[in-house]
């Protein structure tokens, strides 16, 4: 199938580039044939943020989205900041970034499903439940769009009844919005270097629940964010709690992948962290509704690869661009789609090979701008929480983002001590009315894999897990990872081997990120499989 462009994810940024895109194809009467691809089982169903979100690019791209009646619902009413200890919550001074005056509390699913419909309406062809699995080359070695992963092969390889190869999609222009730590975005950066002149990204894991919540308990459009308790001041992070329409609560916790101690376990720090006062009294007598987890981009402006290659471009978070401070992407991911449609649709009505004007595009536009003021505030915590806070201070009120320097930082993978070198850490059972085990929030994510196909968590290395991993970490793959796809089984003999169990993954792509050998890839798997958000 031949189209000018193609964009791999229809997430914000893949359908803000198709929107643009076909609007000025409309304006100046040309035709272009747009295809976005989406390896959910619907537009949506991998949707999942917090969040709350700046208007700032919709207004951009969709001036009347009101009137067109966009998921924006609930304006946000008031800012709060705490710190946790283990049984008290100290309100401290809103951090500027965190100011939301002119912000709204969204589903992430919801205004996906919205865009999709507001492409489809201007021509743009979306295809859901296809997963592009390879980048298509010429001969010289520019890209020439993507194939999708073939349907119906089983675990050893063999075709079954209802198999269906692949599709190649060739176009001229290429856009690679898959969103973090993209399998094929991995692929390109590897082949064409393009993260050669920056640092590397780093990330962290989110991972959240919808509840919903007592009306008597619901304060309509309050975000509460947190840090602190249970985390201790060298591991990055904290929590966000929104209160949605319609008596929901969406509450989540973050915790930076460049944690230390192998034992620590994100997911049980979460729901360690429901179990304090201020946040028990939020969700007792509610219900928890849906569950997911994601990585994030931390790493900002210096992490951003080279944004163009032959053939194509990075856009939104396959690219890096969320503000860790702001603790929003959506707004800086739309618009890094629009500037890179604007870009490719220039080349294509002058024929012009190059897409480097998009670097330029990014750096001089606003999302350049308001990356680059805070570069430095993530990496300062590596100092630890309060020499972090301290510093986030200075650079934020009095060098205003301008100090003469950049601070660095390293891979997530080489931060992880050795067992020996680490405490254990205790977790509480779960109580099952505000604390679950992760099988039962797998099951609220509504994650569907075929059982028989081909294993989509790859080991490069099959000994490393139980000579490496279980010797040196104590295999900390079963702790990253939110919902429990990793196992140490042991057999009659008391051999340990790593048992896959890749029916739960939820696509979060953490174990493509923590593993200390990189010894682990995350490729799509079967087109229409994974998680299954509805008002994530």
Known sequence: ???????????????????????????????????????????????LSGAVLEPRALNELIPTWQAKGAPLHTPVSQDKFLLLTPQKSFRLPTPTPLHNAGNYIISLGSLTRWLAKEAEALGVEI?????ATEVLYD?????????????GIDKQGHQKPNYQPGIELKARYTLLAEGCRGSLTKALALRFKLQAHSQPQTYGIGIKE?????????????????????????????SFIYHLENRQLAIGFVVGLD????YLDPYQEFQRFKQHPTIRLLLEQGRCIGYGARAINEGGWQSIPQLSFPGGLLIGCAAGFLNVPKIKGIHTAMKSGMLAAQTIFVNLKNNRPLLLDYETAIRDSWVGKELHKVRNIRPAFQWGLWRGLLYSAFDTYLWLGKAPWTLSHKADHLSLKKAKQSQPIIYPKADGKISFDKLTSVQLSNTYHEVDQRIHLQLKDTSIPIHLNLKEYDAPEQ??????????????????????????????????IKDPTQNIQWVPPEGGGGPHYSNM
């Open 1 to 47: 199938m031949d189209y000018d462009v193609v964009i791999v994810g229809a997430g914000p940024a893949g359908l803000s580039a198709a929107i643009e895109l076909a609007k000025l194809a409309n304006q100046q009467q040309s035709s272009l044939r747009i295809c976005v691809l989406e390896k959910g089982s619907e537009i949506g169903a991998h949707s």
């Open 479 to 512: 702790r990253y990872c939110p919902a429990e796809v990793y196992e140490i089984v042991w057999d009659s003999n008391h051999n340990p081997r790593l048992q896959i169990n890749a029916q739960n993954c939820i696509h979060c792509k953490t174990c493509d």
């Open 210 to 238: 919808l509840w919903e919540i007592p009306k008597e308990r619901h304060q309509l459009g309050t975000v509460i964010h947190t840090i602190g308790w249970p985390l201790d001041n060298h591991t990055y992070g904290g």
């Open 127 to 131: 295809f859901p439940g296809f997963a």
């Open 259 to 262: 944690y230390q101690n192998p």
């Open 139 to 151: 001969k010289d070695g520019t890209v020439q769009g993507v194939a999708t992963g073939d349907v």
